[in-house]
Structures are given as structure tokens and as C-alpha cells.
């Protein structure tokens, strides 16, 4: 407001109350809230791809029959279910995440935080899950080296498809991690988690 012979106008620019360099407001056009809401979408879709493949491993895993070998009694196959369940868990945190994102188009942390937790997560559960699988596929090849796993043998078929679904889960959770590493990149470069 400016102030000419006792008569207030308002001032020309509005000035704008910011605490951060990132909290001004960025201009999204109707297309680029078009291609923000696609990517949000796309990743929305790898994350619930990561979370039904890891929850099918750690459910194949923990269905093994009684009457052979548990996966409780080796402790790679309790590694992999761990790992699974924990990703399907992070999974399903992110799929609401990103579901808030795209209905609401904020994040749910403030987005310095969002973009590094989205990032930061990914990586960790990332390499866990591959640590878990990659310990789980030596534990069948030993089992099956010592005679314990036979061709027909139920354990050793739901415990390799365990394995094989926690891998595929582990590739999807690492293309979300490239999609939010390209979002940390956008936000380092432009202070916004898409390039607008």
C-alpha cells in the first residue's frame, strides 16, 4: 500500500511474505499441471507395482506347507521376508503419498522434505530388498546343493517364487527411485520437485 495525501492505493507489486527462497508460489500452466499430474500418476503406478510384488513375496514366503523345511528356520529366508514386508509397508505409505499428491497437488511434508524422504526411502528399501533377495537366492542354492530341496519339493518352488517376486519388486521400487532422484534434481535446479 502507498500512501499519497492521506489516501491508501494499493502498491503496483504485491509483496509477497516468503520465510524460504521456496516458498514463492510457482506459475503451473493447465499443461504443466497436466504433465505434473501424469508423472505423479506414473509413479504412483511403479509404487503399487513395488508394493504388490513385495507383498506377494513375503505372503508366498510365509505360506510354505508344514510338513517341509519353515523359512523361520534359515535366517536369509527370515531376511527376505523382513525385507519384503517392509517395503510393501513403505510402499503402501508412498502409494497414499503420492494419491494425496495427485488429488490435492501438495505434498504431505513440506516439499524440500518430501523430495529428499521420497529419495533418501527409495534408496535404502532399494538396496535392502536386493540384500534380502540376493541372500535368499544363495540360501536356495545351498539348500538345493545338500540334497534338502528336491524337484518336487513345495518349500524350495514357493521360496524360489519368493525370491523371484522380491526381485521384481526391488526393480520397480528402483525405478521409483530414479523418478524421485529426478525429482531432487528438479528441486536443486529449479526449487521445484517437476521441471515446469
Known sequence: ??????????????????THPHDTP??????SERKLRRF?????????TAFCFALSAAVFMLATKSDSPRWYDFGAFRFVVAANGIVALYSLFEMIASVWEISRGSTIFPEFCQVWFDFGHDQVFAYLLLSADSAGTEMARQL??????????AFCVQSDIAIALGFAGFLFLMISSLLSGFRVVCFIINGSRFHL
Open 26 to 31: 510457482h506459475f503451473h500452466s493447465t499443461l
Open 40 to 48: 505423479n500418476t506414473l509413479i504412483f503406478i511403479f509404487r503399487l
Open 1 to 18: 500500500m502507498t500512501r499519497s495525501a492521506g489516501v491508501e492505493s494499493p502498491s503496483p507489486r504485491p509483496r509477497i511474505h516468503q
Open 144 to 153: 538345493r546343493r545338500i540334497a534338502t530341496c528336491t524337484a518336487n519339493n
